[in-house]
């Protein structure tokens, strides 16, 4: 093959002046040249279910599944019930489960990631770990390995304004998470249907327009 264009172009003298939000922070990157630019403080806030990119990584790493598989079967306890219960009462994202059933590891991710229920990082942190503080040791040993240098998580799912983090760091999340396959195809999935809770729908209102396949959206009242 023969090169019909430089290795690089400069595209001006200056950055463009990129818009950034009237409130918060953001960070902005290209795939091959990282972070271009960023607005706002770039000091740990609170991350909201966007926790759960974590959450869902981990899990994917402890247990790697192949495409197209549904992995193993999780139980679903009358303790995982309650909880479920407490936090609906909490006014918090919940997807409903019953005592006795099994969720797939698969559909378990699903209910996760795009109706964000937050039971459902907690039932999967107790799966993985055997308690939520062990498994939230893992993923904030995660995140030094990756470099997320201001994100520090207290729980897995995201409710308590204590997990913390920065745009960038978010970025470099989203980088090594959208690597996996399975995560890649869950959060662009704009519904699912899954037991007890049927069709279900992603939180993420704007997958699918202008190109967008992902990654997670999250507020809270701390959050904003």
Known sequence: PTSLQPVSHQMGSTPPELPGPSTGSAAIAVAGLGTIASHGPQTAQPLASTVKMMTALQILE?????????????????????????????????????????????????????????NVADLLATWDA??????????????LAVGMTQTKYVDASGFSPDSVGTPGDLITLAQVAMRNPVFAEIVKQPE?????????????????QEGIIGVKTGSSPQAG
């Open 62 to 118: 402890d247990h790697p599944l192949p495409l197209a598989q549904q992995g193993p079967m999780i139980p679903v306890s009358a303790a995982d019930v309650a909880t479920y219960q407490s936090e609906k009462d909490q006014g918090q994202s919940v997807f409903p489960v019953v005592a006795g059933e099994q969720l797939t590891e698969y559909q378990a991710l699903q209910a996760l990631l795009v109706p964000s229920g937050n």
């Open 130 to 143: 055997g308690s939520l503080p062990a498994f939230v040791g893992k993923m904030n040993a995660r995140t």
């Open 192 to 208: 699912a249907t899954l037991p007890v809770g049927g069709r279900v729908f992603n939180v993420d209102a704007a997958l699918g």
